[in-house]
């Protein structure tokens, strides 16, 4: 799987319109730490909005591909480190200058990765 997140405080986080078709779905089994992780989806599309974990409280963890704004994709979400790259496809060397982590480097797996 692969997917580019950033993270955002929850009070920083503001719905434009359809708040109201936002439905949750959160599991335990299938996450690294054990923590639950809630995801925020749109009941119209079904595209995964955001996700909460209840290791990181106040924090929501969106993707990149949410914000339309060309500009902050090139300045303020250029990654800072990746994690999981243990498990990273062949044909992705990773992003430039980004921190490269073999496990979940928030839950304290902070072993580099060499590129």
């Known amino acids: 799987m692969f997917a580019s997140n950033f993270t955002i405080r929850d009070d920083s986080l503001k719905y434009v319109r359809g708040q109201d078709k936002i439905k949750t779905f959160a599991m335990t089994k299938t996450i690294a730490t054990g923590n639950t992780m ?6 119209v599309c079904g595209s ?3 996700r909460v974990s209840s ?8 993707r990149i591909g949410q914000v339309d704004d060309r500009k902050l994709h090139e300045t303020t979400l250029k990654p800072q480190l990746e994690t999981f790259t243990k498990d990273r496809v062949a044909w992705f060397k990773g992003a430039d200058g980004a921190g490269q982590y073999h496990g979940n480097y928030f839950a304290g797996q902070k072993e580099r990765s060499k590129i």
Do not use: R
Not at 38 to 43: A, E, G, H, L
Not at 55 to 62: K, V
């Open 55 to 62: 290791g990181w409280p106040g924090m929501a963890i969106m």
């Open 48 to 50: 995964l909005m955001y």
């Open 38 to 43: 809630t995801n925020y989806f749109c009941s």
